[in-house]
C-alpha cells in the first residue's frame, strides 16, 4: 500500500505579491483634539488601542474659540483669559491622568482660533503620524452652515486622519 503525499507548489516569485514589500505604517505620534464633550471622548477612546498597537503616543489638544458678543449690532471679540486657558489645560491633564496609560502619553496643548486650522497647525508642529478626531454626524444645512472641523481636517491634512462618529 503507497502513500501519496499531497503536492505542493513551490511559491510563485513572480507574483505581483511577491515584489511588494508588506510594512507595518510607523506611527509615533497620535493627535486628538479634545472638546471635553463626552462624546468627544470616544476619539481618545480609539486612539488608545491604536497607540498601544504601534507603540505611538498620544498627544492632547483643545482649542478655545475665540470668544464674542454682539454690541450695538457690532460683533466684539473677547481675548481668551490665562484662567480659561490654565482650566483646559487642568481639564486635558486629569482626561489624560484617568484615560491613557501611563508610557502612552505625549503631552498636551491648549491653543486659541479656529479649531480646524489650530488642529492642523498642532499637527504639524507635533509631526504627528495621525489624527483621531470625533465628527458630530451633522449633515446638510446644519453642516453648510456650521461648517465641519473634522472635515476641514481631513481635506487639508497630509497625514491620515481617522473620523469616529459620535454615537
Known amino acids: 500500500m503507497s502513500t501519496s503525499s499531497p503536492r505542493t507548489r513551490p511559491a510563485r516569485t513572480n507574483s505581483v505579491m511577491g515584489k511588494i514589500k508588506l510594512s507595518t505604517p510607523r506611527m509615533r505620534r497620535l493627535l486628538v483634539p479634545l472638546d471635553f464633550s463626552g462624546k468627544s471622548r ?12 504601534f507603540g505611538a503616543k498620544i498627544i492632547l489638544v483643545h482649542v478655545l474659540p475665540s470668544r464674542g458678543y454682539a454690541a450695538a449690532e457690532m460683533p466684539v471679540v473677547l481675548p481668551v483669559t490665562t484662567d480659561d486657558r490654565s482650566a483646559a489645560r487642568k481639564r486635558l491633564e486629569a482626561t489624560a491622568a484617568q484615560l491613557i496609560p501611563r508610557g502612552q502619553f505625549a503631552g498636551s496643548e491648549v491653543l486659541t482660533g479656529s479649531p480646524g486650522r489650530q488642529i492642523l497647525s498642532a499637527a504639524k508642529k507635533h509631526e504627528v503620524d495621525m489624527i483621531v478626531l470625533s465628527t458630530t454626524g451633522k449633515s446638510g444645512l446644519k453642516r453648510m452652515l456650521l461648517g465641519s472641523t473634522a472635515e476641514f481636517v481631513v481635506q487639508h491634512t497630509s497625514c491620515p486622519v481617522v473620523c469616529v462618529p459620535r454615537g
Open 42 to 53: 470616544q476619539a481618545l477612546h480609539y486612539a488608545i488601542p491604536l497607540a498601544h498597537k
